[in-house]
Nanobody
Framework: QLQLVESGGGLVQPGGSLRLSCAAS????????IGWFRQAPGKEREGVACISSSGASTHYGNSVKGRFTISRDNAKNTVYLQMNSLKSEDTAVYYC?????????????????WGQGTQVTVTS
């Protein structure tokens, strides 16, 4: 069974940092592009950061550029999202997703496999 499992979410103060992890089970991530998406209550899902299968190509949403960094460790079958300088508007459920085409673009229709999500809450 192919699964993606997110971890690392939690409660953090504005200006703080969190690192999210996306671990795969049942398949290897080597050939998959991986994206992080988020959805806040009452808002549409948005692409946060995406990385190609090789790691050579990344894409970031405008609202997180310069603050978030996506990376991958194929040996550990895991993709990370380092989130710095967090703001209250970053509060959302964060999902990782995999696209077998290997592309590193945040077009959610490309993504076939989705995790269950992890909550990130930024509040003072």
């Amino acid at each position: 069974q192919l699964q993606l499992v997110e971890s690392g979410g939690g409660l953090v103060q504005p200006g703080g940092s969190l690192r999210l992890s996306c671990a795969a089970s049942g398949f290897t991530l080597d050939y998959y592009g991986i994206g992080w998406f988020r959805q806040a209550p009452g808002k549409e899902r948005e692409g946060v950061a995406c990385i190609s299968s090789s790691g050579a190509s990344t894409h970031y949403g405008n609202s997180v550029k310069g603050r978030f960094t996506i990376s991958r460790d194929n040996a550990k079958n895991t993709v990370y999202l380092q989130m710095n300088s967090l703001k209250s508007e970053d509060t959302a459920v964060y999902y990782c997703a995999g696209n077998p085409r290997g592309r590193g673009v945040c077009f959610d229709a490309l993504y076939d496999y989705w995790g269950q999500g992890t909550q990130v809450t930024v509040t003072s």
